[in-house]
């Protein structure tokens, strides 16, 4: 009855803990993003599974590889089952504590006994609890911290889940633009290679000087220069992605062109307010300050005294036949209340410890949220300058063709000289290449919008990315 007691009072004892509970700090957020031209109320890009904003079906099943193999993802789930195990080791502060002992008689020398050891003919089995009435609210926030702690683990693994997609995207948008590059100087080399020949028989035929035939022949040159150039960054982009896979290096295989990438017409952002909700590096910060807030009730708890159940149970005889014989069971159970005194100073001291770092941890969780409106910003601002100058540039593209005709035409009639072929030649190279740039800065401003609304899951939905993954596989099924 006595225990039944103490167990309704550490029952009630436990509706109420020292030291502040977390409420999340007021952040002002705007109505809509700066740069969003679309409605705030159309639902968010970020709400789209990865494998319908991605429509390449080689880069689908590169990023499928990265979710399974990648050794950064693995280590992060490793970590996630570290802290799961903390916060059950915390939770069993909430149950007693039990060892147990037992003795048997002691080995003699030559017929001594050993001073100091007790009867060696006594047998006996021994219990020891010791219970913790959470007076105070210690284990309570030591739980909470330690619940904080795992759930910021989840969020990290959901970011690093989101940075890997968006990383391999990106990854693969960069190739695809070398390639596209390298396709662009290999067509320009062939063109300066037909320049060349015709300015070296123009040569021969004393009907130019020299001097052109060098200004051709160092335009042919630039154009290999860039063509060795675009292949080098191609193998050390294969190598990257390799990395993401957690491949060896190798080769990676190409699905769509650049200019054949599909991405949704409308990439509309949503309300600013649902970032503090699916970011998962802002719910990461958030459950970081939770636990530190935590942390300053276990340490203030710590300066109360602690009111423990203590006691002993068990059997003994000295006989071992006789052990479990009646009138050999003992008990002992009382409480047991311990309280800080030379060390109450270093206790204080604690507690101040851990408020300060709650501070920091509100100080850093507000600074991951401007980092976010501002990631987002910039990606909208990405998304819609990268399109306007994708448009200008194919006009411009369409023009230096044409100029380009022209003056080999007239060129070749004798009606111009060897420089308007050679800055006509020289500008639509220059100017091919820049569009290829164009094009992968408005797909991976896609990839960043997303990466920054922190897609693929809808606001309160945690882990969901692993469901969604399981629904992928389905689909291609």
């Given amino acids: 009855m006595r225990i039944l007691s103490l ?48 429509q390449d079906a080689e880069l689908r099943k590169l990023i499928e590889i990265a979710l399974e193999e990648n050794k950064d993802l693995e280590r992060t789930v490793a970590t996630i089952e570290e802290f799961e195990a903390r916060l059950f080791i915390a939770r069993t502060d909430y149950i007693p504590q ?26 006996y089995l021994q219990g020891n609890l010791a219970w913790e009435i959470d007076v105070w609210g210690r284990i309570r926030r030591s ?75 160092a335009e042919r040159e630039n154009a ?15 190598n990257e992605l390799s990395l993401l896979l957690g491949r060896n290096p190798g080769q990676i295989s190409r699905g769509q062109s650049l200019t054949d990438q599909v991405v949704p017409p409308v990439v509309p952002a949503g309300l600013p307010s649902e970032l503090l909700q699916r970011r998962p590096d802002v719910v990461q910060a958030e459950q970081q300050l939770a636990a530190a807030t935590a942390r300053i009730g276990a340490a203030k708890a710590d300066r109360f005294p602690k009111l423990s159940l203590t006691g002993l149970l068990g059997i003994a005889n000295p006989s071992l036949s006789k052990l479990f014989a009646s009138g050999g069971d003992f008990e002992v159970l009382g409480p047991t209340l311990i ?99 164009t094009r992968r800065l408005y797909l991976t401003s896609v990839v960043q919008l997303y990466k920054a609304l922190g897609g693929g899951w809808s606001p309160g939905e945690q882990g969901q990315e692993w469901a969604l993954s399981q629904q992928w596989k389905e689909t291609k099924r």
């Fill in 7 to 54: 167990l309704g009072l550490s029952g009630l004892l436990l509706a109420c803990a020292v030291g502040p509970d977390y409420s999340r700090p007021d952040i002002p957020t705007n109505d809509s993003f700066r740069m969003a031209k679309e409605a705030a109320d159309l639902p968010s890009l970020a709400n789209m599974p990865w494998w319908e904003l991605y």
């Fill in 224 to 238: 290999a220069a860039r063509i060795a150039d675009f292949k080098r960054q191609t193998i050390q982009k294969e």
């Fill in 339 to 437: 309280g800080p005194i030379l060390n109450a100073q270093s206790l204080g001291f604690q507690q101040h410890a851990a408020e300060a770092q709650a501070r920091q941890a509100v100080a850093q969780y507000k600074q991951t949220i401007l980092v976010a409106f501002k990631e987002v910003e910039d990606a909208l601002a990405g998304v819609s300058t990268a399109r306007e100058q994708a448009a200008a540039q194919e006009r411009q593209v369409s023009a230096l063709k044409t100029a380009l005709r022209l003056a080999n035409l007239r060129y070749k009639g004798g009606l111009a000289n060897y420089l308007d072929v050679l800055i006509a030649q020289r500008n639509l190279f220059d100017v091919e290449l820049a569009l290829a740039t």
């Fill in 143 to 217: 739980n909470e911290a330690a619940r904080g702690d795992l759930l910021a683990r989840e969020e990290n693994r959901r970011a690093m889940v989101l940075q890997l997609v968006g990383g391999v995207a990106q990854a693969y948008f960069d190739l695809r633009q070398f390639d596209l590059q390298l396709e662009i100087a290999e067509r320009t080399l062939k063109a300066w290679n037909e320049s060349v020949r015709i300015s070296q028989a123009r040569h021969r035929q004393g009907l130019i000087h020299g001097l052109d035939v060098e200004q051709f022949q």
């Fill in 98 to 123: 039990m060892t147990g002992t037992v003795n048997g008689p002691l080995v003699r020398h030559g017929g001594a006994r050993i001073p100091g050891f007790p009867n060696p003919f006594n047998y």
